[in-house]
């Protein structure tokens, strides 16, 4: 079953603006990634948040982390029409190998 | 950069047939991944492998089959394909699980089972 649910499923914004995606997750974690996949292609890692951090960035992005809540949120700022992609959370609890990727968000950036 | 190469992007079988789809990555991880991915679904994990000759099922391991012989090398075989089998096809490796360090995967492979 998937562990990570991101809403929303789908987002359409204009260039410029910022986009948020979340992720909601069941389970105790070790760490969680956020990756994108342009279409048709396979996913590439964007960032890493272990479970002890609450906020990381990585250029124009920045990751949220609430282990309290079980969700994590991924923001990108100043969207260019390249952004357009899906992106997904996945994540890794130590001794199960696995990583528990979620259902995807489809981001649109229009120029 | 670590590179994970998957051997087709597009391959189309027949129903019946044994379909062998291959992964080879290029930075001595230990680990190494399938995952099928289907609208609306995500990816699945179909088995993954912590060594040569180790696999683990994953969360729908039914009608596929791993080889792992060498350790940049990790085949999925499909034992007789069938039509709900048509999907996209990643490939993935990692260093040791437990490092936190995330997934690279292959570009895919588009199977179409006719």
């Known amino acids: 079953s998937q562990q990570g649910e991101e809403d929303p499923q789908a987002l359409s914004i204009q260039e410029g603006e910022n986009a948020t995606m979340n992720c909601s997750y069941k389970?105790?974690?070790?760490?969680l990634q956020w990756y994108r996949q342009n279409s048709g292609r396979g996913l590439v890692h964007l960032i890493l948040?272990?479970?002890?951090?609450r906020e990381k960035h990585s250029g124009r992005l920045r990751v949220t982390l609430d282990t309290s809540k079980k969700s994590s949120s991924l923001l990108i700022t100043a969207s260019r029409a390249a952004d357009t992609a899906s992106y997904f959370c996945a994540t890794f609890t130590s001794g199960t190998y696995k990583y528990i990727f979620g259902t995807g968000t489809r981001l649109k950036v229009l120029a | 950069d670590v590179k994970v190469t998957q051997s087709s992007r597009y391959l189309v079988k027949r129903t019946g047939e044994k379909v062998f789809l291959e992964c080879v990555q290029d930075?001595?991880?230990?680990?190494m991944f399938w995952y099928r991915q289907d609208p609306g679904l995500g990816l699945r994990l179909i088995y993954f492998?912590?060594?040569?000759?180790?696999?683990e099922k994953g969360d729908i391991p039914e009608g596929y089959s791993v080889s792992r012989e060498k350790k940049e090398r990790f085949s999925l075989i499909l034992e007789s394909a069938s039509t709900n089998q048509t999907s996209m096809y990643l490939c993935?490796?990692?260093?040791?699980?437990?490092?936190?360090?995330?997934?690279?995967f292959g570009d895919g492979t588009r199977l179409s089972i006719l």
């Open positions: 993935a490796s990692s260093f040791w699980a437990d490092s936190n360090q995330p997934q690279h």
């Open positions: 948040i272990r479970s002890n951090e």
């Open positions: 930075m001595d991880h230990e680990n």
């Open positions: 492998s912590y060594d040569v000759k180790m696999k």
């Open positions: 389970t105790s974690i070790n760490n």
